[in-house]
C-alpha cells in the first residue's frame, strides 16, 4: 500500500495533482479543498490511499491520515465506493461528517450531490460506530453556526480556492464564481447542493472562453 506521496507538485487539474516521486509523475485524486493547498513546483505531502480494481489502480489523496481514514471508512458501508466517499468529504470535513453522524443529521449528509434521504438514513446507520465522535463538538457547533451567518456559501469558498490553486488570479477566479452562481443556485432550489466538482469544470469552460 503506498501510504503517503511527497514531492514537488509537477500539475493540477480540477480532480488530480501530479506529483513527482522519484523521477516518477503521481497521478493523486483529491477532492476540490485538497486540490486548492496545491501550487504548481511547490513542495506536497498527501496522505493516499490505493484503490485496486480489476480494470484499474487509483491513488486517492488526502491532506492528512485523519481525512484519509475517514475516507477508508466510509467505503465499508453499503454502495460507497471511492468517488462518492471522496465526495461526501468533498462537502464535509471529517470532524463536520463526524458531527452528522453522532447527531443523525441526515439533512447534512443529503447535502452531498447523490445522497437522497433514504440513503442518508443508511448511512448514519452503517457509520455511526465507525468514525469516532467529533473532536470538541460543542464548540464545533458553535464555529459552525457563526461561520454559517458571517461567511459566504461554502461552495463560494471552495470553488473560488481551487481556481487560484490551478493557477487563476484572484479576480479570475471571482468572475468565474459569479458566472456559475446560477447553476448552484438552481441545484439548491431543486433541493440539493450545490455540486463542486460539476462548477469547477463549468468555472473552468468560463475561463478558457475569456482568454
Not at 486517492?60 to 462518492?84: H, S, W
Not at 470535513?93 to 441526515?106: F, G, I, M, W, Y
Not at 471552495?158 to 481556481?163: M, S
Request: charged letters at 20%.
Amino acid at each position: 500500500m503506498i501510504a503517503f506521496v511527497t514531492g514537488p507538485v509537477a500539475a493540477l487539474a480540477p480532480t488530480t495533482a501530479v506529483i513527482q516521486v522519484g523521477g516518477v509523475g503521481m497521478a493523486v485524486r483529491c477532492t476540490p479543498r485538497t486540490l486548492a493547498e496545491l501550487r504548481v513546483g511547490e513542495e506536497a505531502h498527501l496522505a493516499t490511499s490505493l484503490v485496486v480494481r480489476e480494470d484499474s489502480l487509483t491513488l486517492y489523496g488526502f491532506a492528512d491520515d485523519d481525512e484519509r481514514q475517514v475516507f477508508e471508512a466510509l467505503m465499508t458501508a453499503n454502495r460507497v465506493g471511492p468517488k462518492m466517499a471522496q465526495d461526501i468529504l468533498a462537502v464535509h470535513s471529517p470532524d463536520a461528517l463526524r458531527l452528522a453522524v453522532s447527531t443523525k443529521n441526515v439533512k447534512a449528509l443529503t447535502a452531498v450531490p447523490g445522497v437522497g434521504p433514504k440513503s442518508a438514513e443508511k448511512l448514519l446507520l452503517e457509520l455511526k460506530d465507525k468514525l469516532g465522535a467529533p473532536a470538541g463538538t460543542g464548540a464545533l457547533v458553535g464555529a459552525q453556526r457563526g461561520a454559517a451567518a458571517a461567511r459566504p456559501a461554502p461552495w463560494t469558498e471552495q470553488l473560488h480556492a481551487a481556481l487560484v490553486g490551478l493557477g487563476y488570479q484572484a479576480r479570475e477566479a471571482e468572475e468565474a464564481v459569479v458566472a456559475v452562481t446560477p447553476q448552484a443556485e438552481a441545484a439548491i432550489a431543486d433541493g440539493g447542493s450545490a455540486p463542486v466538482p460539476q462548477l469547477l469544470r463549468a468555472a473552468l469552460q468560463t475561463l478558457n472562453r475569456a482568454r
